[in-house]
């Protein structure tokens, strides 16, 4: 129990009555940042004699609406922002309330990034006791983490999630924490297309996952979508010959880094991998149909003589086979899935891709543009699935990114 406060320089104040607040002694170069709901505001700013209330230069008062959590750690993040911003370091601020919900505030006030003293009036006398820390993370900042993971953001996600795991105490909790940096390595590796490595990562990830499940029951579930991305891996690179041909499931792959791309408005890189997947779909109706590689094209395998394909084509037989010979060969011999596809649409994809900053164009290309290219490229891709007799939405839905939900963390709190 302590009777006096120590010595400091910055105030945080967090829903304390009047008594609390017109009880601590703030010098004239002290700053204070008052929280309070929206009924103590009258009352603070008339009847707060121990400070300034209208020096707007040392005093901020914020209003939350609500005493949740999350509301407390923004406002709480806002206020000890507002005292860092002015100078001061973490021993100058302390914080004071009126709260008596220990749980709640251990968690708000002493956890991760906020390590800082907090003293809470005792409600059955004058004195302050002081809270002790009893976590090794902050709400805000998990939550943050797992936010950006959700969001395919697993740089972010994996900078906050290491900063947690260097920052802990309890050994459970830097376990925990680590391997949601190996999940974030993982899926950076796999959207970099390192097939192999994200692969290995993989294969440690759920020999460590099946360790710590046993303590950590929330950990069942992301294992459970490792599981389903392990089968779409290993579909990938067995349909590809280990990177040695195109598959379907490999163009399936780039379209959905493209969704990825798209959904971070990277809209020029988003649709360079669209048409990828449109001249994959060309290239491997070729391999696939007519036994033809299009790196080096032996057009005497196609039903037509040379000569005529050349007259078509008013000039020499293309080298290597890309989308738009493709499409103009496989249309000239009729093939049905050719056929199926809008001449305007491949025109149009065709014009998007070169006037893209990335190919021959000097300008980024627009939402829409992308969109176009997207629906098309998806649209595309379907059609041959279907044409193979592969179930698209199965396999799309194996190489959906595990997502994490913050009451899985609940376990992780003392």
């Given at each position: 129990?302590?009777?006096?406060?120590?010595?400091?320089?910055?105030?945080?104040?967090?829903?304390?009555?009047?008594?609390?607040?017109?009880?601590?002694?703030?010098?004239?170069?002290?700053?204070?940042?008052?929280?309070?709901?929206?009924?103590?505001?009258?009352?603070?700013?008339?009847?707060?004699?121990?400070?300034?209330?209208?020096?707007?230069?040392?005093?901020?008062?914020?209003?939350?609406?609500?005493?949740?959590?999350?509301?407390?750690?923004?406002?709480?993040?806002?206020?000890?922002?507002?005292?860092?911003?002015?100078?001061l370091n973490d021993p100058q601020i302390v914080t004071y309330t009126s709260l008596t919900d220990e749980r709640h505030l251990e968690a708000i006030f002493t956890a991760g990034f906020f390590k800082i003293p907090v003293f809470v009036k005792d409600p059955y006398s004058s004195r302050f006791f002081i809270l002790s820390s009893?976590?090794?993370?902050?709400?805000?900042?998990?939550?943050?983490?797992?936010?950006?993971?959700?969001?395919?953001?697993?740089?972010?996600?994996?900078?906050?999630?290491?900063?947690?795991?260097?920052?802990?105490?309890?050994?459970?909790?830097?376990?925990?924490?680590?391997?949601?940096?190996?999940?974030?390595?993982?899926?950076?590796?796999?959207?970099?297309?390192?097939?192999?490595?994200?692969?290995?990562?993989?294969?440690?990830?759920?020999?460590?996952?099946?360790?710590?499940?046993?303590?950590?029951?929330?950990?069942?579930?992301?294992?459970?979508?490792?599981?389903?991305?392990?089968?779409?891996?290993?579909?990938?690179?067995?349909?590809?010959?280990?990177?040695?041909?195109?598959?379907?499931?490999?163009?399936?792959?780039?379209?959905?880094?493209?969704?990825?791309?798209?959904?971070?408005?990277?809209?020029?890189?988003?649709?360079?991998?669209?048409?990828?997947?449109?001249?994959?779909?060309?290239?491997?109706?070729?391999?696939?149909?007519?036994?033809?590689?299009?790196?080096?094209?032996?057009?005497?395998?196609?039903?037509?003589?040379?000569?005529?394909?050349?007259?078509?084509?008013?000039?020499?037989?293309?080298?290597?086979?890309?989308?738009?010979?493709?499409?103009?060969?496989?249309?000239?011999?009729?093939?049905?899935?050719?056929?199926?596809?809008?001449?305007?649409?491949?025109?149009?994809?065709?014009?998007?891709?070169?006037?893209?900053?990335?190919i021959h164009g000097v300008r980024p290309l627009t939402s829409t543009q992308c969109q176009t290219a997207g629906a098309f490229a998806e649209e595309t891709l379907k059609k041959l699935f279907k044409k193979c007799g592969i179930d698209y939405e199965d396999l799309a839905a194996r190489a959906k990114p595990c997502s994490l939900?913050?009451?899985?963390?609940?376990?992780?709190?003392?």
């Amino acid at each position: 129990m302590l009777n006096s406060r120590p010595p400091s320089k910055g105030f945080l104040c967090y829903r304390c009555d009047l008594e609390t607040l017109n009880q601590l002694s703030v010098g004239p170069e002290d700053l204070c940042y008052v929280i309070c709901e929206q009924q103590q505001l009258k009352d603070i700013l008339l009847n707060v004699k121990s400070f300034d209330t209208e020096d707007r230069e040392k005093v901020r008062i914020d209003v939350v609406a609500d005493d949740s959590i999350f509301t407390a750690c923004k406002s709480i993040h806002r206020g000890y922002l507002w005292l860092k911003q002015r100078g001061l370091n973490d021993p100058q601020i302390v914080t004071y309330t009126s709260l008596t919900d220990e749980r709640h505030l251990e968690a708000i006030f002493t956890a991760g990034f906020f390590k800082i003293p907090v003293f809470v009036k005792d409600p059955y006398s004058s004195r302050f006791f002081i809270l002790s820390s009893c976590e090794d993370f902050a709400h805000l900042d998990l939550q943050s983490a797992i936010s950006n993971f959700n969001n395919m953001n697993f740089v972010h996600a994996k900078l906050i999630f290491e900063t947690i795991e260097r920052q802990a105490h309890q050994l459970r909790n830097i376990y925990v924490f680590k391997l949601l940096s190996s999940l974030c390595d993982f899926y950076l590796q796999w959207e970099n297309f390192q097939y192999f490595e994200a692969r290995k990562t993989l294969d440690r990830l759920l020999q460590d996952i099946k360790i710590l499940e046993k303590e950590y029951k929330f950990l069942a579930n992301i294992r459970a979508s490792l599981t389903e991305n392990q089968k779409f891996l290993d579909k990938l690179l067995s349909d590809s010959s280990n990177l040695t041909k195109l598959s379907l499931t490999l163009l399936l792959d780039v379209l959905l880094n493209g969704k990825r791309l798209e959904s971070f408005k990277k809209y020029s890189e988003a649709a360079i991998c669209y048409y990828r997947v449109l001249e994959g779909c060309i290239q491997y109706r070729f391999q696939n149909t007519y036994s033809v590689d299009t790196s080096k094209p032996d057009y005497s395998r196609l039903p037509l003589k040379e000569e005529e394909l050349q007259k078509f084509l008013k000039g020499r037989l293309p080298m290597h086979i890309a989308f738009n010979d493709g499409y103009k060969i496989l249309y000239f011999i009729g093939d049905d899935f050719a056929k199926e596809l809008d001449p305007k649409l491949v025109k149009s994809i065709q014009q998007i891709r070169n006037y893209s900053i990335l190919i021959h164009g000097v300008r980024p290309l627009t939402s829409t543009q992308c969109q176009t290219a997207g629906a098309f490229a998806e649209e595309t891709l379907k059609k041959l699935f279907k044409k193979c007799g592969i179930d698209y939405e199965d396999l799309a839905a194996r190489a959906k990114p595990c997502s994490l939900d913050y009451e899985f963390f609940m376990e992780l709190f003392p």
